[in-house]
């Protein structure tokens, strides 16, 4: 492992050692270990850590506990914790992460400390400020998902090949919208495509036929966690 990815212990780098780590604070739904389930990153053995809060209401949305509730924890105390596990992979989601102001220092000290961060936003909020060295999962929503209109087209400006744009599709109305959206937007020269089914209404099959019949340059995910673990919360 390369010095750039060495893991601080305990979580102590140089963001942790700022004395403002200690005061900076975030509402915390979760911390738990598993198997990456989608993105570019599947299968990898992963820490993640579910904030609490998001200003959307999704139709099909899976984490929907993590709306509310949830602890408030420091910035010191949630590298320590990130730190027990042991491996150099983190994602952060929830949730809207961004909805939280202290999303952002968390994900640079996350960086700081080593770690290789992925965010996992739903496009609505500001993706511009988050440091450049994670990469930013961001969703499109599609008509289906009922937040079509909170969708924040100017993210797509601040996408690099290290992003990754992911449209959740729910029949063959929001993979027609999709495929015009690609095109239009010209979202292939952007970042990597994903398309995922939602789980119980469009199957993974059809979708698949859909992509291979339009020559689409997307990745098809189908969630590993859930074909493991089913909705399993911590998994």
Request: proline share 6%; glycine share 6%; hydrophobic share 40%.
């Amino acid at each position: 492992m390369s010095e750039s990815h060495t893991l601080h212990p305990q979580g102590v780098g140089r963001e942790c050692n700022d004395a403002k780590a200690s005061t900076l604070t975030l509402r915390l739904t979760e911390v738990f270990f598993s198997l990456q389930g989608e993105t570019s990153r599947a299968g990898l053995p992963t820490v993640f850590i579910r904030l609490t809060g998001c200003p959307l209401r999704c139709r099909w949305c899976d984490t929907p506990y993590s709306f509310q509730g949830g602890e408030t924890v420091t910035l010191t105390a949630l590298l320590a914790q990130v730190a027990t596990f042991g491996v150099p992979t983190v994602c952060v989601t929830g949730g809207e992460p961004l909805a939280q102001k202290n999303c952002l220092p968390l994900l640079a000290a996350l960086c700081d400390n080593g770690y290789s961060v992925s965010l996992e936003t739903s496009g609505a909020l500001d993706v511009s400020k988050v440091d450049p060295r994670v990469s930013r999962i961001v969703d499109i929503k599609a008509p289906d998902s009922g937040e079509e209109a909170r969708n924040r087209w100017e993210n797509i400006a601040h996408l690099t090949p290290q992003d990754e744009i992911k449209f959740v599709l729910a029949n063959r109305a929001d993979y027609d919208w999709a495929r015009e959206v690609i095109h239009a937007q010209k979202l292939a020269q952007v970042s990597p495509l994903l398309f995922s089914p939602v789980q119980g209404e469009l199957s993974p099959a059809s979708l698949a036929e859909w992509i291979l019949a339009d020559r689409l340059p997307v990745r098809l995910q189908v969630q590993l966690h859930k074909v493991l673990w089913g909705n399993m919360p911590g998994k």
